[in-house]
């Protein structure tokens, strides 16, 4: 059994990539990735909450309802941290620019919140873990960092090259003792040197494996892969020297309340502590809302 799917493979005549609860065997998380080059991209979030984030898309006009939202977007992920937009459930939804990579991350929802636009500026950047585990994380829709939606989380994590994120393991499914269950969605973006965005010659890692055993994977990811981990600990994702990685993350499941809450797998808990007499790499943040930081 494998959750990993390859770049392409998730891809229809409509985008780049398409995940339906459906299509990955689940109840609350999607995500679709769209190329505005082909044109304008319209969907109707039936049943649906969801969180436009520009990934190499700029000056993007988005239509919700009839109403006109201007996004400023980046041109890449390693470029800057960019503004986004909730859009509420039942929405139309139309996205339009001249080029670039769009994400409508998505959740099952039925609370009707209003349309939300966060510019880039008001995203909350925060550096976490220490050593080789130094790594941004972009705290877009997260309950901490943003409270208007009923079960989508979203955040954005970058990892310089040669360090290591998703560590130490964790898992949020349910199972057993773990109290939290979020089914989540991983959208790769692997770098090159300072390139902005994605490179077709990039590589990375990534563990998954599960309590039961009946899973345990280390694939070899490529840019634009995507993983789907409906339950087990995931981690680590390794970003090897000169090749930087990113990750969107969409999260979503049952609970009454959005959380993020995880369980460490509990063999490597320990190097949380060890975080405290190391220090951390001054490559992060690596992006903010100006562009490239870091040194």
Not at 34 to 63: C, F, N, R, Y
Not at 118 to 128: C, F, G, L
Not at 173 to 199: A, K, M, Q, S, V
């Amino acid at each position: 059994m494998s959750w990993y799917r390859p770049h392409g493979t998730l891809a229809t005549t409509e985008t780049l990539a398409t995940v339906t609860p459906s299509d990955a065997g689940w109840t609350y998380s999607g995500m679709y990735v769209v190329e505005l080059e082909a044109g304008p991209w319209e969907h109707k979030l039936t049943g649906v909450e969801g969180v436009i984030v520009p990934l190499s898309a700029q000056d993007l006009l988005v239509m919700i309802d009839g109403t006109a939202w201007n996004l400023r977007g980046r041109g890449g992920v390693f470029e800057a941290v960019s503004d986004w937009i909730y859009v509420p459930v039942n929405s139309h939804l139309t996205i339009s620019g001249a080029s670039g990579e769009v994400a409508l991350c998505t959740a099952v929802a039925e609370e009707v919140h209003p349309v939300v636009y966060t510019p880039a500026e008001d995203v909350r950047v925060e550096i976490r873990g220490s050593g080789l585990s130094t790594r941004q994380v972009t705290n877009i829709a997260t309950p901490d960092s943003f409270t208007g939606a009923h079960k989508i989380n979203v955040c954005e994590v970058l990892t310089p090259g040669g360090n290591w994120s998703s560590w130490p393991p964790h898992r949020h499914d349910g199972i057993t003792d773990c109290p939290t269950t979020n089914e989540e969605i991983y959208y790769f973006r692997l770098g090159r040197g300072d390139g902005p965005h994605g490179d077709p010659a990039a590589t990375g890692l990534f563990h998954v494996y599960t309590v039961d055993g009946r899973v345990d994977e280390t694939v070899s990811l490529r840019d634009g892969d995507i993983y789907l981990v409906p339950e087990g600990y995931h981690g680590p994702t390794v970003a090897p020297p000169e090749y930087p990685m990113y990750f969107l993350n969409v999260l979503a499941g049952p609970g009454e309340e959005r959380t993020m809450s995880f369980c460490d797998d509990p063999d490597h808990h320990w190097i949380r502590d060890s975080w405290m007499s190391q220090t951390t790499d001054t490559r992060c943040p690596m992006t903010s809302a100006k562009g490239r930081v870091g040194s």
